[in-house]
């Protein structure tokens, strides 16, 4: 159950995106880069269980089954419309849940509370309280987990009005760029005991981040 916040942005997500996510993924291909390249860093062992937050469609969940068939998958949105879209295209492959990623309990979502690899892609930057978000899935962790995150950066390698057109369109969807990321998941990774890492892909277009839990 969604508390008064929680669902007061569930509603707006579901305003933005009740007919966008019709074309969502066919759009979003030409913008959202970086997300095939974390698919590939995952990397988990057969057997592994992995959590996607904020998986709006289902595209990437779709994806990874593919890619790791060994492994289970999960997958969270706080938008019941995206979710919606997410189940047509992944039937019983992956169990979804309708959730906060700022604030939900796994045990009670999926019958299980810990994750080996949990990701985030182009999600933070639709969550207003996104750094909750990011403790939130370091909880669900397991030792040796990993939290793999990309999402867009500042565009400093590109011409400035490229990046300065890029925001404004962004706006439009609720879009704002974490620019402090990298500071994030260092703090993440120590309130953890573990290490994180952080590079800008594209000229600062995006960034990719992975916070790895100790044993």
């Known amino acids: 159950?969604?508390?008064?916040?929680?669902?007061?942005?569930?509603?707006?997500?579901?305003?933005?995106?009740?007919?966008?996510?019709?074309?969502?993924?066919?759009t979003r291909k030409y913008y959202l880069f970086g997300r095939d390249r974390l698919i590939a860093g995952l990397a988990p062992k057969p057997g592994s269980h992995?959590?996607?937050?904020?998986?709006?469609?289902?595209?990437?969940?779709?994806?990874?089954?593919?890619k790791y068939p060994e492994c289970a998958f999960y997958g969270l949105d706080i938008s019941a419309k995206m979710l919606a879209t997410a189940s047509d295209?992944?039937?019983?492959?992956?169990?979804?849940?309708?959730?906060?990623?700022?604030?939900?309990?796994?045990?009670?979502?999926?019958?299980?509370?810990?994750?080996?690899?949990?990701?985030?892609?182009?999600?933070?930057?639709?969550?207003?309280a996104w750094k909750s978000a990011l403790r939130m899935a370091c909880r669900q962790?397991?030792?040796?987990?990993?939290?793999?995150?990309?999402?867009?950066?500042?565009?400093?390698?590109?011409?400035?009005?490229?990046?300065?057109?890029?925001?404004?369109?962004?706006?439009?969807?609720?879009?704002?760029?974490?620019?402090?990321?990298k500071q994030a998941l260092s703090a993440c990774a120590s309130g953890i005991g573990g290490i994180s890492q952080h590079q800008d892909l594209y000229r600062g277009y995006a960034q990719y981040g992975v916070i790895s839990k100790p044993y």
Not at 153 to 170: E, I, K, T
């Open 1 to 26: 159950m969604l508390d008064t916040t929680s669902r007061s942005h569930a509603d707006l997500m579901d305003e933005t995106y009740r007919h966008q996510r019709i074309i969502y993924d066919l």
């Open 89 to 128: 295209k992944l039937g019983s492959r992956v169990q979804l849940a309708q959730a906060d990623a700022c604030d939900f309990n796994s045990s009670a979502l999926f019958h299980r509370p810990r994750f080996d690899r949990i990701f985030i892609s182009y999600g933070i930057s639709m969550i207003p």
């Open 50 to 66: 992995v959590l996607e937050v904020a998986c709006g469609t289902g595209r990437n969940l779709h994806l990874a089954a593919r």
């Open 141 to 181: 962790l397991s030792p040796g987990g990993q939290l793999h995150v990309v999402d867009f950066s500042d565009q400093s390698g590109l011409p400035r009005p490229f990046g300065r057109a890029l925001h404004r369109w962004l706006a439009k969807f609720h879009v704002s760029p974490r620019l402090e990321l």
